[in-house]
């Protein structure tokens, strides 16, 4: 797509940026702004910023959107690292233990995997997926989904835990971790997809 002439003023649009052949700039009208966004842009992005944003990119013609806020809201903030290490706090709990029973003669761990802990395995990648390619609506569903989940199994131990005199049964590190993990995932996703469409809504009307 070509830069506007200087001496003619072009439609505001987004157009090539001609001191970053890496990212788009936003023409008012008169002048070039301050607003870029990068060209490396996913099909998935476009489409989600495109209802945010009717701004054409390059000839005024373009029916195509360039997604401002999303691309241009900071990678990783620390929301977005907690859903991601929830999510993984999820997976390794699911591998660990849920139930430590044990006697005067030896100790059981009942691992999360012989129960439900191979759903939880797959909730909690999900997670990690959705925070890493900002899909936080499908981590908050799937998140919400493996914590109830993993606080059930939660209260099934607890209920069982004590010492009946032949053998005393505890709550495993496993399913205390993974439990703890889904809860801070959701939450953390929450915040996070807030806090994007919130940033969106800043720089659509910003330009």
């Known amino acids: 797509m070509a830069n506007p002439p200087s001496h003619v003023g072009p439609p505001a649009a987004w157009y090539d940026d001609p001191d970053d052949p890496t990212s788009y700039r936003y023409w008012n009208g008169t002048s070039w702004t301050a607003h870029r966004s990068p060209r490396t842009l996913d099909a998935s992005?476009?489409?989600?910023?495109?209802?945010?944003?009717?701004?054409?990119?390059?000839?005024?013609?373009?029916?195509?959107?360039?997604?401002?806020?999303?691309?241009?809201s900071p990678g990783w903030s620390p929301a977005r690292l907690l859903a991601a290490f929830g999510g993984g706090a999820v997976v390794v709990g699911s591998f660990g233990p849920w139930a430590v029973v044990s006697s005067s003669y030896l100790t059981v761990d009942i691992s999360g995997t012989e129960g439900d802990g191979m759903y939880t395995l797959i909730g909690g990648a999900v997670v990690v997926l959705a925070a890493y390619a900002r899909?936080?609506?499908?981590?908050?569903?799937?998140?919400?989904?493996?914590?109830?989940?993993?606080?059930?199994?939660?209260?099934?131990?607890?209920?069982?835990?004590?010492?009946?005199?032949?053998?005393?049964?505890?709550?495993?590190?496993?399913?205390?971790?993974?439990?703890?993990?889904?809860?801070?995932?959701?939450?953390?996703?929450?915040?996070?997809?807030?806090?994007?469409?919130?940033?969106?809504?800043?720089?659509?009307?910003?330009?």
Do not use: C, K, N, Q
């Open 135 to 207: 899909r936080y609506l499908l981590g908050i569903v799937v998140g919400f989904l493996t914590a109830w989940a993993l606080l059930v199994d939660l209260f099934e131990v607890a209920d069982l835990a004590g010492d009946d005199g032949l053998a005393t049964t505890s709550i495993g590190w496993g399913l205390a971790l993974a439990a703890a993990g889904a809860v801070v995932a959701v939450v953390a996703s929450v915040v996070e997809r807030r806090r994007e469409r919130a940033h969106a809504a800043a720089e659509v009307s910003a330009t």
């Open 45 to 72: 992005a476009v489409e989600a910023a495109s209802v945010a944003s009717s701004m054409p990119v390059g000839d005024p013609g373009s029916a195509v959107a360039v997604p401002v806020a999303r691309s241009a």
